[in-house]
């Protein structure tokens, strides 16, 4: 049924009669209204939640309720900037507050919506945002820590695809509940305030995956991997984190981490007793981590791996298995290091691995203080090394130490520096102490260097130097008959010559 009326507007009791549509001229135009029963009729009327002006809305627009509300909040929003919703009090989750409030209020405005979990209150979900921006929403609290129960369901604290997420504002102990604490995948962004974060998540705590981006500068991650020995406080995998000053302690596998072409920036930052490696970076990543504090670390302080790069000037690795270990073909630089009482070495590179450890200090090291092996290289030019193990050195197949200028000692009763098998050390200049036992053995075409330096030794064991080997002694104080498997007058014949 089509009634043609006349007047310029149609009342809404117009268009609850009968049914069908209401033609309308205005201006000699007609205009269709589609009729409507009684009951829709006062739904319109109606000034009650989610009637009246939340049904009305132009074609594809937000309704009259979402759009003036939202005018309202931009005129309002320099005198109240942040507004603050409780949970549970205002909603029972921090799900149901996002997917509600998000559909009020836009990103973009200049607004914050803090959401406050309420003193005493254990979350009892997490929140998954995709495809939008919700970086608008802070997660805060008014407890200093707040604790995930047994019951959370197996998800996520705060997850992430494809979007702009919420900021985390306070600090989660997980409590080995849940899966990973902060996670952004599939190029979303987010960010973690300082002295906030993820304790005791039970995979990673900050996790970025997939071209994504998160800033969580000073943030806590602390004791990550509760499930089993297989994630990390902080992972950047194929991603950008932003950990300034971040602390990674005490995970139970790895501390602060990034892999597959992923950037980590840990300056500063701190991962202390890790059970595997407090800091790493494989697969082609970089980690940065100048400054940081890794010590104690169960397998090493840094570790670099399959094209890893570690930049790491001045971090301590004191007490860790492995100070320093690098393999094949990546690159840990750590000039001015510190590795005291490491369990095994101060560096160990292997398979095409490099380390620099310039001016570095590493004293009490219970095995060699270098080990290298496998054609790779370190440089401890100016370093001071001090070992009471098996050796101070042991390099072997093709590798090379730069050592020149260093401060050398081992107390232990076995040889200091261990070179074979095509392998060069070069400490000219170096101070070499090796009281209680043989400086220098040299073996298969192995080079030693030490010329210039200071060379103190066991009485009549300076070196040992065969299999086409060549040492340089010259003005060291090794004396020629403390030399073993070498007269210093048959070099030739040994097929040993230089000008």
């Given at each position: ?141 008014v407890d200093a820590e707040v604790t995930l129960t047994n019951t959370f369901p197996t998800v996520d604290f705060i ?142 302080g840094v570790r670099s791996f399959d094209l890893g790069i570690v930049h790491a000037t001045s971090i301590d690795v ?182």
């Amino acid at each position: 049924m089509t009634i043609k009326i006349t007047k310029q507007l149609a009342t809404v009791e117009d268009l609850a009669i009968g049914t069908g549509t209401v033609v309308q001229e205005r201006n000699g135009v007609p205009l269709t209204l589609t009729k409507i029963d009684l009951i829709t009729a006062s739904k319109l009327a109606s000034e009650n939640a989610g009637e009246g002006a939340a049904l009305v809305s132009m074609e594809g627009g937000p309704s009259v309720e979402v759009a003036v509300l939202d005018r309202v909040i931009r005129a309002s929003i320099v005198a109240s900037p942040t507004l603050t919703f409780n949970i549970p009090t205002d909603y029972a989750t921090l799900q149901l507050a996002v997917d509600d409030l998000s559909s009020k209020y836009t990103a973009g405005n200049g607004i914050t919506i803090d959401l406050l979990i309420e003193a005493g209150h254990n979350p009892t979900g997490g929140i998954l945002v995709s495809n939008g921006n919700y970086s608008h929403f802070q997660i805060s609290s008014v407890d200093a820590e707040v604790t995930l129960t047994n019951t959370f369901p197996t998800v996520d604290f705060i997850k992430g695809v494809y979007s702009a997420m919420p900021v985390l504002n306070c600090l989660i102990n997980a409590n080995a509940n849940g899966v990973n604490g902060y996670f952004a995948e599939n190029a979303s962004t987010g960010k973690v305030n300082s002295g906030c974060g993820v304790r005791r998540a039970n995979r990673h705590g900050l996790y970025a995956s997939s071209s994504s981006l998160i800033v969580a500068g000073g943030s806590i991650f602390t004791e990550a991997s509760q499930e089993s020995a297989a994630y990390s406080g902080i992972l950047s995998w194929a991603s950008k984190i932003d950990a300034f000053g971040a602390d990674v302690s005490d995970s139970l596998y790895y501390g602060a981490q990034s892999a597959a072409s992923g950037t980590l920036y840990f300056r500063d930052g701190i991962a202390n007793n890790c059970a595997r490696h407090n800091i790493r970076a494989t697969n082609g990543a970089i980690t940065i981590a100048r400054g940081a504090s890794a010590t104690g670390g169960g397998v090493s302080g840094v570790r670099s791996f399959d094209l890893g790069i570690v930049h790491a000037t001045s971090i301590d690795v004191s007490g860790s298995f492995v100070g320093f270990w690098s393999a094949n073909s990546s690159v840990i630089y750590a000039e001015n290091a510190t590795g005291n009482n490491t369990t095994s070495n101060f560096v160990f590179a292997d398979s095409g691995g490099e380390v620099n450890v310039k001016g570095a200090s590493a004293t009490g090291v219970m095995g060699p203080a270098i080990a290298a092996n496998n054609g790779s290289k370190v440089i401890a030019t100016g370093a001071t090394l001090a070992t009471t193990g098996a050796s101070l050195m042991d390099i072997d197949n093709g590798s090379t130490v730069e050592s020149a200028g260093a401060n050398l000692s081992h107390n232990g009763v076995e040889f200091g520096i261990d070179i074979r098998t095509g392998s060069t050390v070069n400490a000219h200049g170096a101070t070499l102490n090796v009281p209680n036992a043989r400086a220098v053995s040299c073996f298969h075409g192995s080079t030693f260097n030490i010329q210039d330096g200071d060379v103190t030794y066991l009485a009549g064991d300076a070196a040992n130097i065969s299999g086409g080997s060549l040492c340089r002694v010259k003005n060291s104080g090794i004396l020629e008959g403390d030399v073993e498997g070498m007269n210093f007058n048959t070099l030739y014949d040994r097929g040993i010559c230089w000008g």
